[in-house]
């Protein structure tokens, strides 16, 4: 109990640096009003919550490489909004004698690594944090409808050049595009990460939306449902940026919101990365 | 019972031609051997089994534009691989009203048109028919393992030489890699559509395996497994051909297969093409 009015207390830069990893996730979780779902994802995934944390890392998924980073870092406590183990519940028993999964454990294990989980609530927070985050990111903040976060009335563009807009300010490699890129539109609606079809048509279905942008999408639901409005003449279209380049801003937005609320423990934004290649010419 | 017997028995073309849609499916199913799951998806999914059958399509996914071309060559039964309405059972209730599912809805019964799914039993058939109308398209017979219908041994090739290669066969706007374009390679399985992740890690976990060519995987499951493996020096890469692309060959190759079965009735292959767009330079 003690220790619980300390952390929520004022508390001197220097000491603040011997936090264990479960009170910082403490603070942050205090931070957030939204109830906590008693089935959320937002759990310790590896390593142990007492150790002391001497880094914060945020990333939208701690691959293999962005461990690698946090440790030349310094820092031991990854925030990671997806999962670490390949699966929405981190589940590892299908995964024991894996070479791929045992590698990755052991590096947790190793460095003293601990893994914590932010998806839920940092989605459920008023605003949305990966929203707030991809809002920024593009600029979009001056064209939000008012009591709509996630829907904008942008200058008049195309399809096309919409994602050619987002794939600049967004330094993506693979955007794809479903409908006619050709279509005018000033009406976007913007859904992170996979948000399911029944989202993604309840968007797509407002007279005043003409343009969803996404991460992904299932190809044999909405991708087709969207091919079949523009064949239909609908103003309807689809832009498709990837889970991670729908996402990553979000986190980046996190650091910057967790500084503040430990001003003694450096925090790092350390982005995952586009997973994706395209062919070579 | 008497229908039963003529349909079963040989039969003069012109006779041929006024089989009922349910005929022809029941003629086909017949040819398969793999036992039907009680739960299939491959059912009649719109217009009346007892039309008398016009022409025959096939196609990936009977999209809009494909139903009208198949009105236009004056074919009334679809064959179609995918779902017809957005999802997987082609569930309609969360549907209705919807403008996309009513306009669709609406220009079937128009057309007196006939929908049948030709999905599990078209793969559990022996040779699973996706399979074969992919190697076909990509000339990979002669590269077959034997005992193996999905896994080739290829001329040694880099990951990057074969998505390009595979974007030339198979007319591909959206190819996406993960891992190492330069990674040399020879061994490589072939998984249709969304195989699921348990399928996709059997095939990435095999030594003899290093690249794994796929049509539409989560993109926080398999998709980050092999990131994960290639930062970590594994050989391993993963091709993502698109769902359309990957399983487009072979509803190319069932039209084939379903010409000598139906000799009085014309049987047209009617590709849904590739969803995706690029963005524009």
């Known amino acids: 109990m003690i220790l619980a009015v300390v952390v929520t207390g004022a508390w001197p830069a220097s000491a603040q640096k011997q936090l264990t990893a479960q009170q910082v996730i403490d603070k942050i979780k205090a931070q957030i009003s939204a109830p906590v779902n008693p089935d959320t994802v937002d759990t310790f995934k590896a390593g142990d919550p007492n150790t002391p944390v001497t880094g914060i890392v945020t990333t939208f998924l701690d691959t293999y490489e962005v461990l690698q980073e946090a440790v030349s870092a310094g820092a031991n406590l990854i925030i990671t909004h997806e999962p670490t183990f390949y699966n929405h519940r981190d589940e590892t028993g299908f995964l024991k004698g894996d070479p791929v999964f045992e590698q990755k454990m052991g590096y947790i294990r190793e460095h003293h690594l601990v893994i914590w989980r932010f998806h839920d609530q940092w989605h459920w927070r008023k605003?949305?944090?990966?929203?707030?985050?991809?809002?920024?990111?593009?600029?979009?903040?001056?064209?939000?409808?008012?009591?709509?976060?996630?829907?904008?009335?942008?200058?008049?563009?195309?399809?096309?050049?919409?994602?050619?807009?987002?794939?600049?300010?967004?330094?993506?490699?693979?955007?794809?595009?479903?409908?006619?890129?050709?279509?005018?539109?000033?009406d976007v609606a913007y859904l992170p990460g996979a948000s399911g079809e029944d989202n993604e048509l309840k968007e797509l279905e407002r007279d005043d939306v003409q343009v969803l942008v996404a991460g992904e999408s299932r190809e044999w639901e909405t991708v087709e449902y969207v091919r079949d409005a523009a064949a239909q003449g609908k103003r309807k279209a689809l832009i498709l940026l990837g889970h991670e380049v729908s996402e990553e801003p979000g986190m980046e937005y996190c650091a910057r919101w967790l500084r503040p609320l430990f001003p003694g423990i450096p925090v790092t934004f350390i982005p995952a990365g586009e997973p994706f290649q395209r062919v070579p010419r």
């Not at 809002?135 to 903040?141: E, I, L, S």
């Open 127 to 186: 605003p949305d944090g990966i929203i707030e985050g991809f809002t920024d990111a593009v600029g979009w903040g001056k064209y939000r409808r008012p009591y709509e976060q996630n829907a904008f009335t942008l200058p008049p563009t195309t399809v096309g050049q919409l994602a050619a807009d987002l794939r600049a300010k967004l330094n993506s490699r693979v955007i794809r595009i479903v409908g006619d890129p050709l279509l005018r539109v000033t």
